[in-house]
């Protein structure tokens, strides 16, 4: 069973920069797509960013709301994907969740917080 642990969320202030990692285990790290979405108090579950398999290509694709700002990077020696966030805005403030998919199967983590707050 994959399971997925992310750490890395806190309090930070407008303009600056956090760093979140989700460590993978129970699987084949490799052929899975991994996302990290985000889900602000009363607002739905948005896709920040994705990274696709090894095999897929690899190819990233981006929220245009963060586009310029965050990067996702998997390390498939280490089974971690990270998302590096830059110049934090108010909005940013939601909670952050890892996502592992390879059709059917999908995976979630259970979640960090970020908080953006002056």
């Known amino acids: 069973q994959v399971q997925l642990v992310e750490s890395g969320g806190g309090l930070v202030q407008p303009g600056g920069s956090l760093r979140l990692s989700c460590a993978f285990s129970g699987g084949i790290f490799s052929i899975y797509g991994m996302a990290w979405y985000r889900q602000a108090p009363g607002k739905q579950r948005d896709l920040v960013a994705h990274?696709?398999?090894?095999?897929?290509?690899?190819?990233?694709d981006y929220a245009d709301s963060v586009k310029g700002r965050f990067t996702i990077s998997r390390d498939n020696a280490k089974n971690t994907v990270n998302l590096q966030m830059n110049s934090l805005k108010l909005e940013d403030t939601a909670v952050y969740y890892c996502?592992?998919?390879?059709?059917?199967?999908?995976?979630w983590g259970q979640g960090t917080q970020v908080t953006v707050s002056s």
């Open positions: 990274i696709r398999s090894i095999s897929s290509g690899g190819r990233i």
């Open positions: 996502n592992a998919k390879n059709w059917p199967q999908e995976y």
